[in-house]
């Protein structure tokens, strides 16, 4: 059985995969970790990310962590055969997988039987040009027309996933996310915890995580990305932080400006990895303040995939 920990950035996916790992080792079992947070695939992306530096990672094998350079571009349908090529890997070394990641698609696109349509590159053009002359908002409103689900679920300032949903939409006639009508059906047998914290608190800490990013250094670490490409990454430039980051260097604006619109759309991309999280019926909720509840949702996590290895 994979195990699977989600939930919102900030609230404590990674501490809780290294307890259940430790939970799942002391009952005789191995475990490992695949990350499933996209821009910790990237090398270098490190304070933006909060990557856990592998000295504490307390002899936890992780894979799918540190595997892109800034200027790659990252994609679901590419994760996901690495994602499940490393998952067989731990299976038949004995041990229990856990995925852990906020990146809802990654997460899916992995534990349910989710399949990619194709692409059709008239359609993709056409809708690069009306994004040229009209705009992404334009764009954005034609999605949300056609996909209200889709649009929720996509950054509405990623203008290179609202053009591939208006392309799946067009080519398969079955809305611009085909790939999640198979989401209730698994490719493996999975169990899956969501951290919460409630709304009010959870924004103190995002809004105090932003502010620490920058005194740990986070426009050095941009500094020496963007020696490496970081700005033709057409992925790694978007992330939330890096972008700003660039900005700030580049002199579009000043660091107080820099952190505000982090801060701002760190905010909302939490509300959007709850909303994803929140559809599937999968996942199991736990308060991820409530010590008492958070230890015993990990304990019975452990117990549930020790227990299917032995089966």
Known sequence: MIAVLVGATGTGKT???LELAARIRDR??????????AMQLYRGMDIGTAKLPEAERQGVAHHLIDVLDVTDEASVA????DARAAIEGIVLRGSVPIIVGGS????????????FPGTDPDVRARWESVLAERGLGHLVAELQRRDPEAAAAIDPHNARRVIRALEIGEVTGEGARPGLA??????RPYAQLGLAVE?????ERLDARVGEMWRAGLLDEVA??????LERGPTASRAIGYAQALDQLAGRCDEAEAIAATASLTRRYARRQVSWFRRDAATQWVDALDETARDAALTTLAETCVASMAG
Do not use: H
């Open 15 to 17: 501490a809780a995969s």
């Open 199 to 203: 709304r009010a608190v959870l924004v």
């Open 224 to 229: 020496a990305l963007r020696e490496r490409g």
């Open 78 to 81: 590419a994760y996901q055969r």
């Open 104 to 115: 809802g698609l990654y997460v899916a696109s992995v534990v349910t039987d989710f399949r």
């Open 28 to 37: 005789g079992v191995g475990a490992e970790i695949v990350n499933a947070d």
């Open 182 to 187: 198979a989401r209730s059906t698994p490719w």
